[in-house]
């Protein structure tokens, strides 16, 4: 594969990885920091973790396998609205690279409608320390896969464990030079969508925090 052809085959969300400094601001104590792939500085974490997951939504929507709206949720008789987005898996098949959190979310639907943090939530196997890092590990070990990031794990303090990646020497000339088309297509048409985009969000990080685990034992298994 050639440099040209790799930065032209990233999916939606290995756009969001490379290219993050786009898509969520500076990071911080509260909400962790992720070293850009490309040049010098970070970004945060947790947010970073739910913009991956409400892409992946969106790319298989835009690939057929599943229908997201925007539904508005009703408890204690009515009293209490809650906006949701519902996605409905169509049972078309969605083609993305083994390995890529499209793919491995694709392989998370039913055949049933799921609201987005209940999907979020059982993409994981356990609880975990730190579910939002995990994401974001998810992600570069699927581009480390390909080859395109060379990728090792590292235990940091408090037994979290991270994977540390590099984009590969022979592909950084063309992902310096690419941009994130596809990523950024997704998010300005879910944006333009009532307020989906901001639900797709919230609700990925609700689903990360009912995955967060209370106590100090730490975990970096997901299920298949």
């Given amino acids: 594969?050639?440099?040209?052809d790799a930065a032209l085959s990233?999916?939606?969300t290995e756009q969001v990885l490379v290219y993050a400094d786009q898509f969520a601001?500076?990071?911080?104590m509260l909400n962790g920091k992720e070293n850009l792939l490309l040049g010098e500085g970070n970004v945060a974490v947790n947010t970073?973790?739910?913009v991956l997951l409400s892409v992946a939504v969106l790319a298989l929507e835009k690939a057929g396998a599943a229908r997201v709206q925007q539904v508005t949720r009703k408890s204690m008789f009515g009293l209490i609205k809650r906006q949701v987005a519902e996605i409905t898996p169509t049972g078309t098949p969605a083609s993305f690279p083994d390995g890529s959190l499209e793919a491995l979310l694709a392989a998370k639907l039913g055949s049933a409608p799921i609201d987005m943090d209940d999907l979020v939530y059982e993409f994981f196997a356990d609880d975990l320390k730190w579910p939002q890092q995990?994401?974001?590990d998810v992600a570069k070990a699927g581009l480390s896969e390909r080859g395109i990031l060379h990728a090792e794990k590292s235990t940091k303090l408090l037994m979290f464990t991270t994977v540390k990646a590099t984009v590969?020497?022979?592909h950084k000339a063309a992902l310096q030079a690419g941009a994130p088309t596809d990523a950024r297509a997704l998010v300005k048409a879910a944006e333009g969508r009532e307020t989906l985009w901001t639900v797709m969000n919230k609700q990925a990080g609700s689903g990360l925090a009912r995955r967060t685990e209370a106590s100090d034992s730490?975990?970096?298994s997901f299920s298949d």
């Fill in 218 to 220: 730490s975990s970096d």
């Fill in 10 to 12: 990233l999916t939606p």
């Fill in 48 to 50: 970073l973790s739910e």
């Fill in 134 to 136: 995990f994401i974001v």
């Fill in 25 to 28: 601001p500076k990071g911080s």
């Fill in 1 to 4: 594969m050639s440099t040209s």
């Fill in 168 to 170: 590969a020497p022979e």
